[in-house]
């Protein structure tokens, strides 16, 4: 005789509890010492050059300021003037377009801007003539050149990325 009994559905096993995790070991006392890789010390090395070549530009100034003549004939003195503001315009303009766009870039392109500013500024005033050429110059130091390079600066500082 064969008897037939009914399948049963198996049942699910009861999960077991969950349970928190065990918690981290606690972390060693003594610091472990970490390599630093070679690109990390490059910066370093750019920093020590840096520095270096800027003292070495000391002993420099001297020379240059003991030997230098006084007056001196040169041979491209307009296109020294006209590269130089044509330096700025580009700088301001570029600068304009990338402030227009949001681009953090304009950073870049502010401080730059700024730096041939100041330095058109200085050898405005330093070239110039003694009178009303000296007067001009200062005057448009004062007025334009260094103001509209303090405004650069200030853009330049302004789009540094945060970090």
Do not use: K, Y
Not at 61 to 81: K, M, Q
Request: glycine share 4%.
């Amino acid at each position: 005789m064969t008897m037939t009994l009914p399948l049963a559905r198996p049942q699910a096993r009861p999960r077991p509890a969950a349970t928190a995790p065990a918690p981290a070991p606690a972390p060693l006392a003594v610091p472990v010492p970490v390599p630093v890789p070679a690109a990390a010390a490059r910066p370093n090395r750019a920093a020590r050059l840096l520095v270096g070549l800027g003292l070495a530009l000391l002993p420099w100034l001297v020379v240059l300021a003991t030997t230098l003549p006084a007056t001196t004939t040169v041979s491209h003195w307009s296109l020294a003037w006209v590269g130089l503001d044509c330096l700025e315009a580009v700088g301001l303009i570029s600068t304009g377009v990338l402030l227009r766009r949001g681009d953090p870039r304009r950073c870049l392109t502010a401080m730059a801007t700024s730096v041939l500013l100041v330095c058109d500024a200085w050898f405005d005033v330093t070239t110039s003539a003694p009178g009303a050429e000296v007067a001009s110059a200062l005057a448009m130091a004062l007025l334009v050149e260094l103001p509209l390079a303090l405004f650069c600066a200030r853009l330049a500082v302004r789009a540094l990325p945060r970090g």
